[in-house]
């Protein structure tokens, strides 16, 4: 958070709602800083099994959420209105319970990715979805349709853009795809998660994890987020909530001159 307000960045902050209930007073602080509080399920992260939103039923899909959503309002008071799927796993079940919730934002759908057996995403079921928001079909998220849940796609170049490409890419490469991506859309979503600033031999982690994605964890990472905000920066991009990052266009509170739109984003489980 002190790194955002360096750069006067105010980032969207997904919580699961186990972290929420656990540690109320950090996410309250978010809030206080103005940051944009979501939802990333309720206890993503487990060593054995992960909650899949691709393969739960309606009924578990929206306990998970609907504890989220409680633990996160108890803390700040309010009901936060925009959903990441752990894993970017989620089905068009998750959608309607995300609309039955109140919710009106999704940053789920792995839009142009493929992990090619490093990362989590191994389908192409969402890989020609739009790279702009959308809203997307209930009969297929790949498509745009009448959900009245925005859609703004994490970025991707086949690889995801985000801190884990960064630190085993490399710079050089992750600005090639920032490029790649900016011929085709307004919008760059980067992610990041907090175990990334931690050193990966102090952590236990899941076994579906890749040891590629555990490459490079340390507090030195802090400053390739700096190297990549300055080179972002330069390419002409401005910082944008993503419930900001409409169709191209963001609100008047936001830079109105910008051409391109970056938004910043980091789970919390």
């Given at each position: 958070?002190?790194?955002?307000a360096?750069?006067?960045i105010i980032?969207?902050i997904?919580?699961?709602?186990?972290?929420?209930?656990?540690?109320?007073?950090l996410?309250?602080?978010c809030y206080?800083?103005?940051?944009?509080?979501?939802t990333?399920?309720?206890?993503?992260?487990?060593?054995?099994?992960?909650?899949?939103?691709r393969?739960?039923?309606?009924g578990?899909?929206?306990?998970w959420?609907?504890?989220?959503?409680?633990?996160v309002?108890?803390?700040?008071?309010?009901r936060?209105?925009?959903?990441?799927a752990?894993?970017?796993r989620?089905?068009?079940?998750?959608?309607?319970?995300?609309?039955?919730e109140?919710?009106?934002?999704?940053?789920?759908?792995?839009?142009?990715?493929?992990?090619m057996?490093?990362?989590r995403?191994?389908?192409?079921?969402?890989?020609w979805?739009?790279?702009?928001p959308?809203?997307?079909?209930?009969q297929?998220?790949?498509?745009p349709?009448?959900?009245?849940?925005?859609?703004?796609?994490?970025?991707?170049c086949l690889?995801?853009?985000?801190?884990?490409?960064?630190?085993v890419?490399?710079?050089?490469?992750v600005k090639?795809?920032?490029?790649?991506?900016?011929?085709?859309?307004q919008h760059?979503?980067?992610?990041?998660?907090?175990s990334?600033?931690?050193y990966?031999?102090?952590?236990?982690?899941p076994?579906?994890?890749s040891k590629w994605?555990?490459?490079?964890m340390?507090?030195?990472?802090l400053?390739?987020?700096?190297?990549?905000?300055?080179?972002?920066?330069?390419l002409?991009?401005?910082?944008?909530?993503l419930?900001?990052?409409?169709?191209?266009?963001?609100?008047?509170?936001q830079?109105?001159?910008?051409?391109?739109?970056?938004?910043?984003?980091?789970?919390?489980i």
């Amino acid at each position: 958070m002190d790194l955002c307000a360096r750069y006067g960045i105010i980032g969207t902050i997904f919580f699961t709602g186990r972290f929420a209930e656990m540690y109320p007073d950090l996410v309250h602080e978010c809030y206080r800083r103005g940051h944009e509080l979501g939802t990333h399920g309720w206890e993503h992260g487990g060593l054995e099994e992960d909650e899949d939103f691709r393969r739960a039923g309606y009924g578990q899909q929206r306990d998970w959420i609907r504890r989220a959503t409680d633990a996160v309002d108890q803390a700040t008071g309010i009901r936060p209105v925009i959903f990441r799927a752990p894993n970017l796993r989620i089905g068009e079940v998750t959608f309607r319970v995300l609309e039955d919730e109140g919710y009106q934002y999704d940053s789920s759908i792995p839009a142009r990715r493929f992990d090619m057996g490093f990362g989590r995403v191994h389908y192409t079921q969402y890989f020609w979805a739009p790279l702009e928001p959308y809203n997307p079909s209930w009969q297929g998220l790949h498509r745009p349709g009448k959900s009245p849940i925005l859609e703004i796609p994490p970025s991707a170049c086949l690889f995801p853009i985000n801190l884990a490409s960064l630190r085993v890419l490399g710079l050089p490469t992750v600005k090639r795809m920032i490029d790649w991506v900016g011929r085709r859309s307004q919008h760059l979503v980067f992610y990041c998660h907090p175990s990334e600033f931690l050193y990966a031999r102090d952590q236990v982690f899941p076994r579906s994890m890749s040891k590629w994605n555990q490459r490079g964890m340390n507090p030195a990472n802090l400053s390739l987020i700096e190297s990549l905000i300055d080179t972002v920066f330069a390419l002409g991009y401005t910082p944008a909530l993503l419930v900001n990052a409409v169709h191209g266009r963001i609100e008047a509170t936001q830079s109105s001159a910008a051409s391109r739109l970056g938004s910043l984003r980091s789970d919390l489980i």
